[in-house]
């Protein structure tokens, strides 16, 4: 069982900014802390902007910032609506697929049941209580945990 | 979320075979019906016996039918064997992955459950709860969908 990588990133950028949520940050400053490219993050931006889970400020010194509490979004909210468009196994595409078994499968409903288990354990979480309480300095991020294991051998 | 598509087709193989669980089928067979390639299925297949759900039937008749009752057969149990080396998110892979957020990262936990919570809605299902009682008829198998959707087309 797979999620996009795009809705790990953009878990990943509602956390960071939930950590200074009086602030904006510039995109340049986001990307390299969270090690991601522009490209990826703008595309992650403008979906977390138009679900209305970020709002952007303007300018020269413009960024972006969390458009509600963090207390207020859902992380089952946030991976259900980016992830609307794929499908869990065949069956579930728009074209319902080319299962020969279809007409009398019962595991399509299974599945769903499954799929809606894993989102309603998700509904009942929001952003705030992903960051813990020791939070994350903004300017000192801890290093990838790759990053930490090459130290650590010596490389 | 996704499931690999080798899984959709493990199950459906099992569903195939639990329609007639005390006939052996050639795989020849279950390629036609299933509309899979041979060589994906002696994949699945071989996951399917090395994983104790089916057993081979050897000879120049031979072929492959379940190892166990289909109520013994647990759709959790099925999945998440052969999903065991996937990881929902990059967090989750074996080397860590290069997240700078994990150690102060809550959201992984949440995941984990959300996953535990998928996988207990299906270890409360089995093989026997997926076939509907109308019964599947291992010569007259449905047509897939597209192929019912081309023809009321008139294609």
């Given at each position: 069982?797979?999620?996009?990588?795009?809705?790990?990133?953009?878990?990943?950028?509602?956390?960071?900014?939930?950590?200074?949520?009086?602030q904006?940050?510039?995109t340049?400053?986001?990307?390299?802390?969270?090690?991601?490219?522009?490209?990826?993050?703008?595309?992650?931006v403008q979906?977390?902007?138009?679900?209305?889970?970020?709002?952007?400020?303007?300018g020269?010194?413009?960024g972006?910032?969390l458009?509600?509490?963090?207390?207020?979004i859902?992380?089952?909210?946030?991976?259900?609506r980016?992830?609307q468009?794929?499908?869990l196994?065949?069956?579930?595409?728009?074209?319902?697929g080319?299962?020969?078994?279809?007409?009398?499968?019962?595991?399509r409903?299974m599945?769903?049941?499954?799929?809606?288990?894993?989102?309603q354990?998700?509904?009942g979480k929001?952003?705030?209580?992903?960051?813990?309480?020791?939070?994350?300095?903004?300017?000192?991020?801890?290093k990838?945990?790759?990053?930490?294991?090459?130290?650590?051998?010596?490389?």
């Amino acid at each position: 069982m797979r999620l996009l990588a795009s809705t790990d990133l953009a878990l990943r950028v509602l956390m960071r900014l939930s950590t200074a949520p009086d602030q904006h940050v510039s995109t340049d400053v986001l990307a390299r802390e969270l090690v991601m490219s522009r490209n990826h993050l703008h595309k992650i931006v403008q979906f977390l902007t138009e679900a209305g889970f970020l709002r952007t400020v303007r300018g020269a010194h413009g960024g972006v910032m969390l458009a509600m509490p963090a207390d207020k979004i859902r992380i089952g909210d946030v991976i259900r609506r980016h992830e609307q468009n794929q499908s869990l196994v065949e069956c579930f595409r728009s074209d319902g697929g080319a299962c020969t078994l279809l007409p009398v499968c019962r595991l399509r409903g299974m599945l769903a049941g499954a799929q809606q288990a894993f989102y309603q354990h998700l509904d009942g979480k929001t952003l705030a209580d992903c960051v813990a309480s020791s939070g994350a300095p903004t300017h000192e991020l801890p290093k990838p945990a790759r990053a930490r294991e090459a130290e650590r051998r010596g490389a």
